[in-house]
């Protein structure tokens, strides 16, 4: 039985990956190489300096940890420009709705995002007070794919890994999350995220009951 729902924060709650990736290809662009977003997939959900690393690998960049230490704070600093304007607009489609409605319901709800920017981006959005517990990238020491996050959060609300539902857009994500023990919706192309146990191109529309139904009956859960 589902009680706890996890969220990841960056392209499942809100519209924020794109500029992840922004940021990302403006630094790439500086250093002289193209980068694209297939190679993006890769990076998304990784910390900040893990993504720099895969990121150097991309366009074939060895580096010194100062070099690297200036690349990441100058990556943040563009992902922080778009993010000065952020506000509920920015929440993706169906997202407050079945925040709403699953807050109404018995379920306890965490977040759990990579992301050492993810309290100003809730508070930005007005949404912190649908979160029984906040899990950051400033929390943990090992980065998705590792499971660390996810136990974090299912400790923080107090449920057992095999009865928290994870939502992610990231590979690296639903990786973590099969590997905390929980159930994962990918949220996003269902092509790029075959991984997970479901995948759903957006919240709208979508309906948690029916899915705890396929969950129920399908054996290999
Ligand atoms: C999220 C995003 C990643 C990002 C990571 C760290 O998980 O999906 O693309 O690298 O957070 O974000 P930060 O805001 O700390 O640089
Ligand atoms: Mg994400």
Redesign the pocket.
């Known amino acids: 039985l589902i009680n706890g729902l996890i969220f990841?924060?960056?392209?499942v709650i809100v519209d924020t990956?794109k500029y992840?990736y922004f940021a990302w290809k403006k630094l790439a662009k500086e250093l002289n190489f193209a980068f694209d977003e297939n190679q993006n997939e890769a990076?998304?959900?990784?910390?900040?300096m893990q993504?720099l690393e895969l990121l150097l690998n991309f366009g074939n960049i060895k580096a010194s940890q100062e070099e690297k230490r200036l690349w990441a704070n100058r990556k943040?600093r563009y992902?922080q420009q778009c993010l000065s304007n952020l506000s509920q607009n920015d929440l993706l489609p169906g997202v407050l709705t079945f925040l709403t409605k699953t807050k109404e319901r018995k379920y306890k709800i965490a977040l759990a995002?990579?992301?050492?920017?993810a309290k100003t981006i809730l508070y930005h959005l007005k949404i912190e007070n649908y979160f029984d517990f906040i899990a950051d990238?400033n929390m943990v020491q090992e980065s998705?794919p590792d499971p660390e996050i996810f136990l974090l959060a299912s400790d923080g609300i107090k449920c057992p890994p095999n009865a928290c539902l994870v939502f992610e857009d990231?590979l690296s994500g639903i990786q973590a999350a099969k590997s905390a023990g929980m159930l994962v919706i990918g949220v996003g192309n269902s092509k790029v995220l075959s991984t997970a146990d479901l995948v759903i191109s957006s919240f709208d529309n979508f309906n948690l009951t029916e899915a705890e139904a396929y969950f129920n009956n399908d054996s290999s859960v």
Not at 8 to 11: A, F, H, R, S, V
């Open positions: 990841d924060l960056d392209g990956a992840h990076l998304k959900g990784v910390s900040r993504a943040n992902y995002s990579s992301s050492k920017n990238g998705k990231a």
